[in-house]
Each structure stands twice: as structure tokens, then as C-alpha cells.
């Protein structure tokens, strides 16, 4: 049986990666042959077989032939007679269609050594344009390797775009881009997921509420970037500093969606744009499945990111009522994951992006007091129903309010 690492690992283990998973493509043989050597099968589209000893997949070399548009109008052919060449033709990068082979020797037929040195993500054919999940797949891989100063080769790119403007890109479905965009996020450099797929034309089919932000002006005072699509991905890029959770990230990412809708007779002003966004992404959430633990997180940050920037002014009511509305008081409580994202999108901007930002202890302390009032049922005697709640509301107000004029006075006299 002639056996080779390929894919992932060979890539990985050339850049001096860490090795996680390891594929591996066996030539010469059939699906018989492997279930009578004791391999699973587990492959539903291709044969794919899961080794008895130690479990690694090890898939036999095949081709695929076009047969309808989108990622799954593939027709597969493998046999014995499908060589490593053959097989690795078929993969989308130049630096994913490498092997090794069982004496330790690099295979390489399409130069994936040289485009790695070169830090460059290249196609290996024309077939390329045939699987629109490759468009995700290359911005992702941008993503990965963006700090290593890998770029995409202008030729792909193209590729790319022809793609886009041939409807490849609409049949995406949701559960492949968020898989790909749920990796993406947790990648070193996800800001460069989003650059790559503008740069193609995807942004505005696969993310059109993001690709909708760039050309938005900002007041130039609070955001010498200016364009609101810019600062998004500054955002992004401050949240992977702060935070390695996906959810911290695609809230960062999604936060300032409502000042697409801003009429731009507005412009560069964004009156209410915490609100507007709301439905928009809603929308965003149900159309690509997005789990409810980013949606909520994405949802409140949304909401209060600029109450959170203006914690130090906010009256100790206000203050409250924000906190017990993003559940900062619940056992269960992400205010820290909140914190992170506001705190991205205060550094997300030209100039700002190593500023302090206070307003994220200010916010955790008041809530620290606001939850350790004692709200023991001697102090509740005779109330019912709201009356309840209001009354605890009133405990920790007050116990913000104490919390911030200490605060107040502590400030005055370090100044």
C-alpha cells in the first residue's frame, strides 16, 4: 500500500508549524482492498477510511469532474489508476497540494515549496474556479498566515473575481460560510478573512452588511480613518489582541452595522446607529445560522458599545440598567467578553490603537459593588412581584452611585 501525508500537515510542517491533524492519500488501491487491510470507512462523498490502529484518515487519490455549479456539482472518480499528480491537481493551493512519501521525501509536481518560501497563495489549475468554497478556503488561509507576510497571487485573485461575477459565490450555503468564517475568526489576523474577500468582490454577496460600511464616512475628529468599513477591520484587528473567543471578535467586527443605514445627507453623523443595526443584524444571524452565543454578544455590544465608551459620565441608574440588561449580574456573566469588544472598537481607530481605556475596570468594579449588595429577603419584607425587582434595582444603583463618587474623589486627588 503506497501511503502519503498530505494536505495541511505538509504545509505546517514545512513552515515549522505545530502538526494537529495529519491526512493522509493511499494509491494503488480500492475500497475492497482497504476494508479487507481493517480500515473504517467513514467518507460519505469520496472514499475515505479511518486507519484501525491509530484512527488518521486516509483517503484513496481520486479526481473530480464539474458537473453542476456550486461546491457539491462534483462527480468523483477513484480508482487504482489515479496517480499523486492526478490527486493532488485537484487541491486548491499550490502550498496545500504537497506530500511526503514514506521515506521522508518531499513530492512536489506543482512548485507549493517555492509559493511558500515566496509567502504567496496560488491556485494550482484553472479548476479552481470550480468549487466556490475555495474563495472562503484562500481568504481563511489569509487569515492564518497574514503575520508571516503570506498575500494572495494577483492571478488568484482574478480567479477569484470571475468567480464572483459568475454566480459561483451564490451558492454558498449557510453552513459552509460559517464554518469557514467561524475558523476564520479564530485565526491570528482574521481582519485579512475580510480584506481578501473584498478584494475579490465576495464581501458585498457572502457579508453584504459589512461590505456595506466601506465608502461610510465618520466624523474625522473621533475616527481619523474615517470610513466605517475601515474601522470595522480595525476593530477586528484590536479584538484578535484582546481576546482569542470567535464571539469577542464577530461582535467587534458587527458592532457599528446600523450606520450603513445612515442617509448620507447625515453623514458623517450616526444618530441612533446602536439601535438601527438591531434588524440588520438580526437578519445577518438568521441567514447564516449564527449560533445564540454570538447573536446575544454581537446584539449587546451593538447596543451599548457607546454607553460603555461614556461609562464615566453615565448617571449610576443608567449605568445599572445597562449592566442588568447585558446580564452582568448573572452567575453566568460575559461582561468581560462585552468589555473586550468596546474596548476593540475604542482602539480600532488611526492613532488610537494603544490607548488606555479605563471605562472597562470602571464598568467591572461597578458591577462587582452593584452585585455584592445585600439583597437578603429581610430587606425585601412585604414587596411583591416588581416590586421586587424594582427594589434590588434601587440596592445596586445606589451601590453604583457610592461606587462612583468614590471613584470621583479618588481621581480628583491623584490629579
Not at 131 to 153: E, K, M, Q, S, W
Not at 399 to 406: E, L
Request: proline share 5%; hydrophobic share 40%.
Amino acid at each position: 500500500m503506497k501511503t502519503y501525508l498530505v494536505g495541511g500537515a505538509v504545509r505546517d510542517r514545512l513552515l515549522g508549524y505545530p502538526v494537529k491533524e495529519r491526512d493522509w492519500l493511499v494509491v494503488g488501491e480500492t475500497a475492497d482492498s482497504m476494508l479487507a487491510a481493517g480500515f473504517r470507512p467513514v467518507g460519505k462523498d469520496f472514499p475515505v477510511f479511518l486507519h484501525p490502529l491509530d484512527h488518521e484518515e486516509y483517503a484513496l487519490a481520486r479526481t473530480e469532474r464539474k458537473t453542476a455549479p456550486g461546491y457539491k456539482g462534483f462527480a468523483v472518480h477513484a480508482a487504482p489508476d489515479v496517480t499523486l499528480e492526478e490527486d493532488l491537481l485537484r487541491r486548491d493551493l499550490t502550498v496545500n497540494a504537497m506530500a511526503i512519501d514514506a521515506d521522508g521525501e518531499l513530492i512536489d509536481p506543482y512548485n507549493g515549496r517555492r509559493d511558500l518560501d515566496n509567502r504567496i497563495l496560488r491556485h494550482v489549475s484553472a479548476a479552481f474556479v470550480e468549487d466556490p468554497v475555495r474563495i472562503l478556503r484562500v481568504a481563511r488561509f489569509a487569515a492564518r498566515y497574514a503575520h508571516l507576510g503570506f498575500t494572495v497571487a494577483e492571478e488568484t485573485l482574478q480567479l477569484m473575481r470571475e468567480m464572483v461575477f459568475a454566480g459561483e459565490a451564490d451558492f454558498l450555503v449557510a453552513e459552509r460560510v460559517w464554518a469557514e468564517l467561524h475558523k476564520a475568526l479564530l485565526e491570528r489576523t482574521p481582519a485579512a478573512f475580510f480584506q481578501v474577500l473584498k478584494d475579490c468582490g465576495a464581501l458585498q454577496v457572502v457579508f453584504p452588511e459589512v461590505d456595506a460600511l466601506f465608502g461610510v464616512p465618520q466624523p474625522e475628529k473621533y475616527h481619523p480613518e474615517i470610513d466605517t468599513g475601515v474601522h470595522s477591520l480595525m476593530v477586528l484587528e484590536q479584538a484578535a489582541r484582546l481576546s482569542d473567543r470567535a464571539e469577542v471578535r464577530l461582535a467587534a467586527l458587527l458592532h457599528d452595522l446600523g450606520k450603513a443605514l445612515t442617509p448620507s445627507q447625515h453623514w458623517p453623523s450616526h444618530h441612533g446607529h446602536e439601535q438601527k443595526g438591531l434588524p440588520v443584524l438580526a437578519k445577518l444571524c438568521e441567514r447564516l445560522r449564527v449560533p445564540n452565543n454570538f447573536k446575544s454578544l454581537c446584539a449587546q455590544v451593538m447596543q451599548y458599545h457607546t454607553h460603555c465608551h461614556r461609562a464615566l459620565e453615565l448617571r449610576a441608574d443608567t449605568l445599572t440598567d445597562m449592566l442588568q440588561t447585558i446580564g452582568a449580574f448573572k452567575p453566568d456573566s460575559r461582561l468581560d467578553e462585552f468589555l473586550q469588544a468596546c474596548e476593540a472598537d475604542a482602539r480600532g481607530r488611526t492613532g488610537f490603537e494603544d490607548r488606555p481605556y479605563p471605562q472597562a475596570d470602571y464598568i467591572r468594579s461597578a458591577a462587582m459593588a452593584a452585585t455584592a449588595v445585600d439583597t437578603s429577603a429581610a430587606l425585601l419584607k412585604g414587596l411583591q412581584g416588581e416590586q421586587i425587582g424594582l427594589a434590588i434595582r434601587k440596592l445596586r444603583a445606589q451601590a453604583i452611585n457610592d461606587y462612583k463618587q468614590g471613584y470621583q474623589h479618588l481621581t480628583v486627588e491623584s490629579a
